[in-house]
């Protein structure tokens, strides 16, 4: 086995697993295609570009967004750090912008005396050394023939969006108002607000719309991740639906009128600069002509231009539990390893969170140390565990939820009666999980075989 570790796929995961291996001391061949070979939804070549929203969700304590962070910045993440040296108002979110974050996390990666970044298509799987595929949700349909031909199974894949984002010179102050739901963070979002007689006509238009069918190829198989619905999905479920989604008014009072507006779209900073903003939850996949006059139908946005138009693509991703261990190691090929959105987790955060862990892992393989699973009371370990170990037979990426994570012990649980005090002994829990963890792995001694671990 070499001495290095080949790591294909430049994104949140594949970066943040080069930083953290190289981190360990073991060198590291990072290969990223673009931008040589072009994805659907990458606009440059910049390592860790995002493509959807600029935010890693929620920064607010007793939150499982926040915990995953939290424990992310005591196992120094490079992208944790970067997202918050990047970060724009947002909220209680964590937001950034996006051309900064990208730019910086390329420069690091680059600067970083053990990490070799390679510009080449890697079209199939490397057949030996230490290996980790983060190709993300975009993977090159070569390499993602060579990965169905490993899984022996045939390829899963949902549909994600892209949120539209407007010129913020364009947008009608005298009509949007600044705040955030309930009061947090400040004011930081715009908010649209909707009547009943518009909400109703926007959703109308919305259900006449022509959409961007999938490819014939994929129709019989196409699946939306709930928690990023298009919104001409939602509203097919019912007309009321976007209001109790992405067009929700709960939280927010217009300062002209005093009141709860019927519905609300809100528009959150894409940049330092706060010279655009994305519309939160609309990603959609209506053709562009139609999508722009749907849009202006927003009060607010009747004279708004778009810097980009929202948009559905394929996402791929293996089946985890038929395919990867608790190390997300390949079960039949231990010196594999998968990290990212295509090991089945979806989010930022999620992602670059399975890349640190399997940089470390991957260092510790070649070190010919234990690779320790993460104990399941903290947050990653319980991503991960259900990477690993769910037993739905409709397995479908997930977001870090306090779901995931074990249920106090019942007498606890009784003696804890709020809500808000079982959720900081969670958190409790797994960060002190979480840190013998890491203890663990930094104390493990090798071991005396060849470096291959089961």
């Excluded at 990047?86 to 910086?104: C, K, N, Q, S, Y």
């Excluded at 930081?188 to 259900?207: G, Q, S, T």
């Excluded at 009128?257 to 940049?271: F, H, I, K």
């Excluded at 600069?273 to 002509?289: P, R, T």
Aim: glycine share 6%; proline share 6%; net charge neutral.
């Amino acid at each position: 086995m070499t001495d290095a570790v080949t790591i294909i796929g430049g994104g949140l995961a594949g970066c943040e697993a080069a930083w953290q291996c190289a981190e360990q001391g073991v060198p590291v061949r990072l290969y990223e295609m673009r931008p040589a070979r072009r994805t659907p939804a990458h606009a440059t070549g910049q390592l860790a570009e995002i493509v959807c929203s600029n935010s890693f969700k929620s920064d607010e304590v007793n939150t499982a967004p926040h915990l995953l962070k939290e424990e992310l910045r005591r196992a120094k993440s490079l992208l944790i750090a970067v997202a918050e040296a990047t970060r724009v108002p947002a909220g209680a979110a964590l937001a950034i912008d996006r051309e900064r974050f990208a730019a910086e996390v390329t420069a690091r990666i680059a600067a970083h005396p053990r990490i070799t970044v390679i510009r080449e298509e890697v079209a199939s799987i490397p057949g030996e050394g230490v290996v980790v595929i983060a190709t993300g949700p975009l993977t090159s349909d070569a390499l993602a023939a060579d990965i169905q031909r490993l899984a022996g199974a045939e390829r899963l894949y949902f549909y994600d969006a892209i949120a539209p984002v407007v010129d913020a010179e364009t947008i009608n102050y005298d009509v949007v108002f600044r705040a955030a739901r309930y009061g947090k963070g400040g004011d930081d979002y715009l908010n649209c607000p909707l009547d009943k007689a518009r909400y109703e006509a926007f959703v109308d238009a919305l259900l006449a719309a022509e959409c961007v069918a999938p490819k014939e190829f994929e129709a019989d198989k196409a699946s939306y991740f709930e928690a990023c619905l298009p919104i001409e999905v939602a509203a097919r479920r019912g007309r009321e639906t976007l209001r109790f989604g992405p067009m929700k008014p709960v939280g927010l009072r217009d300062p002209r009128t005093g009141e709860e507006p019927y519905a609300v779209v809100q528009l959150r900073q894409e940049n330092l600069m706060a010279d655009s903003y994305s519309l939160v939850g609309f990603q959609n996949s209506v053709k562009w002509g139609a999508q722009k006059d749907l849009l202006r139908m927003i009060p607010g946005l009747e004279r708004a231009e778009f810097l980009k138009f929202g948009q559905v693509h394929r996402n791929t991703y293996v089946n985890g539990p038929k395919l990867l261990t608790p190390t997300l190691q390949v079960k039949h090929q231990s010196r594999l390893f998968f990290a990212g959105q295509i090991s089945g987790v979806e989010g930022y955060v999620e992602s670059l969170a399975t890349g640190l862990a399997v940089g470390r892992w991957a260092a510790a393989l070649i070190k010919g140390r234990p690779l320790i699973p993460i104990p399941r009371a903290s947050a990653l370990g319980s991503l991960i565990n259900y990477v690993a170990r769910c037993e739905n037979n409709d397995y479908q990426p997930v977001n870090i939820t306090f779901a995931l994570l074990p249920p106090l012990a019942e007498a606890e649980a009784r003696r804890l009666r709020r809500k808000p005090e079982r959720r900081a002994r969670q958190i409790a829990l797994a960060l002190a999980a979480f840190e013998e963890w890491l203890r663990m792995m930094e104390a493990a001694p090798a071991m005396a075989t060849d470096g291959e671990a089961a």
